[in-house]
């Protein structure tokens, strides 16, 4: 099992910025990547990016060149830097792990995140 416990939400005006904090814990080491998503109020969850334990990354095309994901893995934490923040980045955000082996790759947008965080909260005010 993989803990996933998330931090560093809060309001930010627009154009502002915010560094979310994923902390992993437990069977890490059964993990070969991990994710960030976000659901906005009455949306679906949506990917936002991901990395890969080799450094490659994906983002979502509404952040790239605004959002930076990273891992420490000496602390076995996940961050999201977020710079530029606009209305609609407003959403709880979440942070995933995936399980190593998995015949799909978690760069598929089919394969979804084996363990969850619960969220933290990002609004964002025009």
């Known amino acids: 099992q993989v803990q996933l416990v998330e931090s560093g939400g809060g309001s930010v005006q627009a154009g502002g910025s915010l560094r979310l904090s994923c902390a992993a814990s437990?069977?890490?080491?059964?993990?070969?990547?991990m994710s960030w998503f976000r659901q906005a109020p009455g949306k679906e969850r949506e990917g936002v990016s991901l990395v890969s334990e080799d450094g490659s990354t994906l983002y979502a095309d509404s952040v790239k060149g605004r959002f930076t994901i990273s891992q420490d893995y000496a602390k076995n934490t996940l961050y999201l830097q977020m710079n530029s923040l606009k209305p609609e980045d407003t959403g709880m955000y979440y942070c995933?792990?995936?399980?190593?082996?998995?015949?799909?790759?978690?760069?598929?947008?089919?394969?979804?995140?084996?363990?969850w965080g619960q969220g933290t909260q990002v609004t964002v005010s025009s």
């Open positions: 995933g792990a995936y399980l190593r082996g998995v015949e799909i790759s978690c760069f598929s947008s089919s394969r979804q995140p084996d363990y």
């Open positions: 437990g069977s890490t080491y059964n993990t070969d990547c």
